[in-house]
Nanobody, 124 residues
Framework: QVQLVESGGGLVQGGGSLRLSCAAS????????MGWFRQAPGKEREFVAA????????YYADSAKGRFTISRDNAKNTVYLQMNSLKPEDTAVYYC?????????????????WGQGTQVTVSS
């Protein structure tokens, strides 16, 4: 099993920045990629960004391109999401996810493990 723990959420003004962290523990050797999703009230969970373990390939939703950066530290089994130029529409619960297989990286069903989520609130 793999456990994922997110941190770094909070309240920020529009235009501000936050950095989310996701620490993985357990059978992390089985993971090939990790990603971030978010879910706003009344909406479906949506893809934000993902990064592979070995080649550090990155994937971004259009809404994240140019503002968010995903990175990882394999030695720490930790993935980060640096979010800049935040907007009120970025307000959501952000979830870390991990997968054992490479795929489109953009679908919730492609991920095997999920964290509990961290709230990000952007005020206008």
């Amino acid at each position: 099993q793999v456990q994922l723990v997110e941190s770094g959420g909070g309240l920020v003004q529009g235009g501000g920045s936050l950095r989310l962290s996701c620490a993985a523990s357990g059978r992390t050797f089985s993971l090939v990629a990790m990603g971030w999703f978010r879910q706003a009230p009344g909406k479906e969970r949506e893809f934000v960004a993902a990064i592979t373990r070995n080649y550090y390939s990155t994937y971004y939703a259009d809404s994240a391109k140019g503002r968010f950066t995903i990175s990882r530290d394999n030695a720490k089994n930790t993935v980060y999401l640096q979010m800049n130029s935040l907007k009120p529409e970025d307000t959501a619960v952000y979830y870390c996810a991990a997968t054992k297989a490479i795929s489109t990286m953009r679908r919730t069903y492609e991920y095997d493990y999920w964290g509990q989520g961290t709230q990000v609130t952007v005020s206008s």
